[in-house]
């Protein structure tokens, strides 16, 4: 049990004590310089030290059990209240909570009980009311003038779930209930209970307003009522806890009068829609706080309507004039919150790029202004100067910013007009990033996150280059030589292109070595003819399939090179050394780069280079020799297509006829005088992409894949192979 019987002592102490004894999360003070008069409340409160400082405040003695006092509160209470309006609080929290407090059979004792067990528990209050009221009550009402039947009914539709009514004799009732209900039975009591006039009560069922503004506007009315002619009787209403029904008491000749207003009033509010600008909370948290506390009670029906308009920070709301001022004052409640409270700190988990890139752009947009905390605080200056400044002094005031500044932790800051800012930092051991600042602010940065923080596609690409050669070469030669003999002087005569050695003194001698078909007439010592007819057909292909796994806009590259080392020679006078003088390379080279667009079609900047050695070096110390096809270019291919990107077609003819001046052009027997060689070559280089996107969040069209080129290279991939087991 809680405190019991507790002695008087100087409020100022027992205030200090219960400061002291304050959780952190709640500020609970004296305000101003009387600390024994009010009381300030900020924070979350334990409902059992908002027991105590309300008892120490009167001077009350509190029985409770602490455990059921173990929830807690959460009060905002910007400016101090007495110990009466902290009474009050006091006894409305405990009801939230299905509590109440009662009066015992000791009466300077209060004791906190359930509100189910209070009318059993709470004793009969006689007499005078005492000084500080129990939050329920047992009390004996006597009818002067009406009889307790009579008057019975009407009081019973002003009782709660927790009070109750009992009819004790014709002329007393005993009525247990809520305090601030009993206030409004009494009140009831004394008007049917009028001697001078006999009363009556009517229920009024409405079927639009809320029974508090339809009591509004008729008090309105009434006092008015010589104008508008209404009813000029007296009358008294009653909003019953129902919600939708309106109690009237008046005498029984105005009460057909009082009921036609009231019908005549119960229409539909007009709605009409009105913009909101948060300034300093989010704006999805304020649109929710709206929606619970306004729309609960609203009176516009099915046609209340928020919408939260991101591109402008605002809220669009469709409701009733009376519903639009809750919402203002549910702004302006928000407004007047401490500066504290409008920075938070929050943290960003940032999930597929590094969180060291994700700051370096936000830092952009941070010096660009386009994250600017002081905008909004610019925004609200220009919005609530509007009425009284000219526009020429809203845009002055506009202009108050301070640049952008980098600090040296690696924080970067934008400061409004009222120190407001925005501070990044990366914590790369987490990939997290923290940020403090204006909470609209980092709304926009949580907004902007969701756009920069996604996981890119993976683009599969197949480089294929192909190389294709042909050639042929024709070689057609005649050799002829003659030995003549005339009176004891020899001539010899010939016509040769190096086919063979054969002359006719070689009696024995065969055809030289050397390719293709050989034909040789041989006189020995007279004549000797050589025919040589040779064609050769070369054809060659060569294919090369680099296949590269690259993030979609991040670069890939493929080499596959060959080093071919040569010498490096250094004379001198007295010595020559050799020495290694370094290597010519060649082979395959690719750079690419996707970028995945719209419609299934990529982007591609890439680089080929395909060389290679077309032979040996003539010297030692001098590289071989290379050939180098290049092809650089950015296209737009579609996915998973094989596309042609580029190639190179070379294509060389020649004839060479080596022949006896006059001889070889002779018609006919020309051909026997001269050596004819035709050759053509063809050579080609092509180039194909292929680029398949890999789109799936789970990976499972690249795990098919992967699993693909697996079985081909007959790879383990590691996965246990499960087989059948039969369990006897």
């Known amino acids: 049990m809680g405190c019991k019987g507790l002695l008087p002592v100087p409020l ?3 205030a200090a004590c219960l400061a002291l004894s304050t959780p952190r999360s709640a500020a609970v003070q004296p305000a101003g310089d009387e600390p024994a008069a009010h009381v300030v409340l900020n924070g979350r409160v334990p409902l059992s030290r908002l027991v105590d400082l309300a008892a120490a405040q009167l001077g009350l003695s509190v029985s409770y059990d602490v455990q059921a006092l173990r929830a807690e509160v959460t009060i905002r209470v910007d400016e101090g209240i007495s110990g009466d309006e902290l009474w009050r609080l006091v006894n409305e929290q405990l009801q939230a909570h299905n509590l109440t407090t009662i009066r015992s059979d000791d009466r300077d004792t209060l004791a906190v009980a359930p509100l189910s067990e209070a009318k059993d528990r709470a004793r009969i209050e006689l007499g005078d009311a005492p000084q500080v009221e129990a939050g329920f009550q047992r009390v004996l009402l006597t009818p002067q003038s009406t009889g307790a039947e009579e008057i019975e009914g009407p009081l019973r539709k002003l009782i709660s779930r927790a009070g109750s009514i009992e009819r004790l004799d014709q002329r007393t009732l005993l009525v247990s209930d809520l305090t601030p209900r009993l206030r409004q039975i009494r009140v009831l009591l004394g008007r049917l209970d009028s001697a001078s006039e006999t009363s009556a009560s009517r229920t009024l069922k409405l079927e639009h307003l809320a029974p508090e503004r339809a009591i509004a506007l008729v008090t309105q009315v009434a006092a008015k009522r010589k104008l508008v002619g209404g009813p000029d009787t007296p009358g008294e209403f009653v909003a019953l806890p129902d919600g939708k029904s309106v109690l009237v008491i008046a005498p029984e000749r105005g009460l057909d009068g009082w009921e036609t207003l009231i019908r005549a009033l119960d229409q539909l ?16 948290e304020t649109a929710g706080l709206i929606e619970e506390t306004v729309r609960g009670s609203s009176s516009s029906d099915g046609r209340w309507r928020l919408v939260q308009d991101q591109l402008t920070g605002s809220l669009v709301i469709t409701a009733t004039p009376s519903d639009h001022e809750r919402v203002q004052a549910v702004l302006d409640r928000l407004a007047a919150a401490p500066v504290e409270s409008q920075r938070p700190v929050r943290s960003f988990v940032v999930r597929n790029r590094s969180v060291t890139e994700v700051v370096e752009v936000l830092r952009g947009l941070i010096d660009a202004g386009v994250l600017e905390a002081g905008a909004f605080e610019r925004d609200d200056a220009v919005r609530a100067a509007g ?14 910013l301070n640049q952008p500044r980098r600090s ?36 926009q940065l949580e907004g902007l996150l969701k756009i920069i923080d996604v996981r890119q596609p993976q683009v599969v690409l197949e480089v294929l280059l192909v190389s294709l050669t042909d050639g042929q070469t024709q070689d057609l030669g005649v050799e002829l030589a003659a030995l003549i003999n005339e ?36 006189d020995p ?4 003819a050589v025919i040589r007819a040779l064609e050769t057909v070369n054809g ?11 993030n979609n806009n991040e670069s890939g590259e493929f080499n596959s090179v060959v080093q071919e080392p040569f010498a490096s020679t250094n004379a001198s006078n007295t010595v020559a050394t050799t020495s290694f003088g370094g290597t010519q390379d060649a082979g395959t080279t690719i750079s690419i780069r996707p970028q995945i667009a719209a419609g299934d079609f990529l982007v591609l900047e890439y680089s080929v280079s395909l060389s290679s050695f077309t032979g040996e070096s003539a010297d030692p110390s001098l590289p071989p020799p290379r050939q180098q096809n290049n092809l650089s270019s950015v296209a737009t291919i579609p996915d998973g297509y094989t596309i042609a990107v580029g190639g190179i077609e070379l294509t060389t003819e020649a004839e060479a006829v080596s022949k006896v001046p006059l001889l070889g052009d002779l018609p006919g027997i020309g051909a026997l005088f001269r050596s004819t060689s035709i050759s053509s070559s063809q050579s080609r280089f092509y180039v194909f ?40």
């Open 487 to 522: 009176a004891g002087t020899r001539f010899a005569l010939a016509s040769l292109f190096g086919l063979s050695s054969v002359l006719p003194s070689d009696a024995a001698a065969m055809p030289g070595s050397g390719s293709g078909g050989t034909a040789v007439v041989l």
């Open 408 to 443: 040296e932790q690696g924080l970067s800051e934008r400061r409004g007009p009222e120190g407001i800012d925005l501070s990044l930092t990366a914590d790369e051991g987490t990939n997290t990033l923290i940020a403090v600042g204006h909470v609209r602010l980092l709304d």
């Open 689 to 728: 992409i292929r680029a398949s996107v890999m789109r799936h969040h789970d990976f499972l069209d690249l795990k098919y894949v992967s699993d693909q080129e697996i079985l081909q290279a007959g790879v383990d991939d590691g996965w246990p192979e499960v087989a059948p087991r039969i369990i006897k």
């Open 525 to 528: 010592g007279n004549f000797s």
């Open 540 to 550: 060659g292909r060569s294919l090369s399939i680099p296949r590269i796994l690259v």
């Open 269 to 284: 509010e007009p709605v009409e829609t009105r913009h909101y600008s948060p300034s300093h909370f989010a704006l999805a």
């Open 12 to 14: 100022v102490l027992i």
């Open 387 to 400: 009425a009284q400044q000219s526009s020429q002094a809203a845009s002055d005031q506009a202009g108050r």
